[in-house]
């Protein structure tokens, strides 16, 4: 079975930044084609932050963070980036990677593949 762990949370000053890390093992299955960054802030639901299609290269991003965030896969093919700058408050919150559908991809939509999220990363932003 795929597992799918993130890490590279933590407290960051506004401004700043962090590169948070998806590592796959397991299995290799279709949804991992396609990986998506989610965000649950207090107070609001889950979104999604950002969505790469491994095979193709495809990306969509929240409006929120165009410009500042970046997903990207690590050399090791088993490994997707989210890169994280100019952060600020909103930003906080538990993020997690899941696999996403391809087919909202093709919409510019991050949709989550999985009923499994995890315990996700902390980000917390703050003076």
């Known amino acids: 079975q795929l597992q799918l762990v993130e890490s590279g949370g933590g407290l960051v000053q506004p401004g700043g930044s962090l590169r948070l890390s998806c590592v796959a093992s397991g299995s290799i299955v279709d949804a991992y084609a396609a990986i998506g960054w989610f965000r649950q802030a207090p107070g609001k639901e889950r979104e999604g932050i950002s969505c790469?299609?491994?095979?193709?290269?495809?990306?969509v991003y929240a409006d929120s963070v165009k410009g500042r965030f970046t997903i990207s896969e690590g050399n090791a093919k088993n490994t997707v980036y989210l890169q994280m700058n100019s952060l600020e408050a909103e930003a906080s919150g538990v993020y997690y990677c899941?696999?996403?559908?391809?087919?909202?991809?093709?919409?510019?939509?991050?949709?989550?593949?999985?009923?499994?999220w995890g315990q996700g990363t902390q980000v917390t932003v703050s003076s």
């Open positions: 899941v696999p996403v559908s391809r087919a909202g991809l093709l919409l510019n939509r991050c949709i989550a593949a999985t009923d499994s």
């Open positions: 790469l299609n491994n095979v193709d290269g495809t990306t």
